[in-house]
């Protein structure tokens, strides 16, 4: 079983909203990431947890705040966002953070939009 | 220098053709490479990842990493329409391991 899961699939925030993105994933990784990808570019790192703990923050805006709960989930915390930020947020996990030869796995994304 | 390069697009070629990606590298320290398909509007999804020099093949597809070349391709035998879409070649830095750098993708049509 690969498979990550984030909730929800769509969302549409105007800007003064909050909501979240949730991820969830089962295989028992350590290392879960928050991608952000524009169309018809690459995704580009955000955030990576090691053990529950924020290992990498990629100069993201405190608009965005992450949070791992535990082991299994992942979530983003939005607030204020601008309508540049609408694009594909994308979770993936994979194992431990140390070792480089360890595969990352996404899920399906959420699909944002800021009005 | 971007970190990782990719063939520019879009790569046309008809079903049953082989079709060939190139990505090459700038981090000599890089160990872990990785090939992404992404259809339009969908999630990458890993179809190859290769750490050692040499070739690995998996069903119609093979990795190719050279390291002292700094480069990695992928070749899909048998191209199928329903090979086309976006192929993203990631690779992971050597030292913490952690950070996944893609590069901009190559857009794969085959043609029936």
């Known amino acids: 079983d690969t498979e990550v899961t984030q909730t929800p699939k769509h969302l549409v925030m105007g800007m003064t909203n909050k909501k979240s993105l949730k991820c969830e994933q089962h295989m028992g990784h350590r290392a879960m990431y928050w991608y952000k990808q524009k169309a018809k570019k690459p995704p580009e790192l955000m955030f990576v947890y090691s053990y529950e703990k924020l290992s990498i923050n990629e100069s993201v805006p405190s608009r965005f705040s992450p949070e791992c709960p535990n082991s299994s989930l992942l979530n983003l915390h939005l607030h204020a966002l601008q309508p540049e930020d609408s694009a594909l947020y994308l979770c993936?996990?994979?194992?431990?953070?140390?070792?480089?030869?360890?595969?990352?796995?996404f899920g399906q994304g959420t699909r944002l939009t800021v009005v | 220098q971007k970190e990782v390069e990719q063939n520019s697009g879009p790569l046309s070629v008809p079903e049953g053709a082989i079709a060939s990606l190139n990505c090459t590298y700038s981090?000599?320290?890089?160990?872990?490479f990785f090939w992404y398909r992404q259809y339009s509007g969908k999630s990458p999804e890993l179809i190859m990842f290769?750490?050692?020099?040499g070739d690995k093949e998996d069903g119609r597809f093979t990795a190719q990493l050279n390291k002292a070349s700094q480069y990695v391709s992928l070749l899909i035998r048998d191209s199928q329409p329903s090979d086309s879409a976006t192929y993203l070649c990631?690779?992971?830095?050597?030292?913490?391991?952690?950070?996944?750098?893609f590069g901009e993708g190559t857009q794969l049509t085959v043609n029936p």
């Open positions: 993936a996990s994979s194992q431990v953070v140390a070792r480089s030869n360890t595969e990352a796995f």
């Open positions: 990631a690779v992971k830095e050597g030292l913490s391991g952690s950070r996944l750098t």
């Open positions: 981090d000599r320290g890089s160990q872990s």
């Open positions: 290769i750490y050692s020099n």
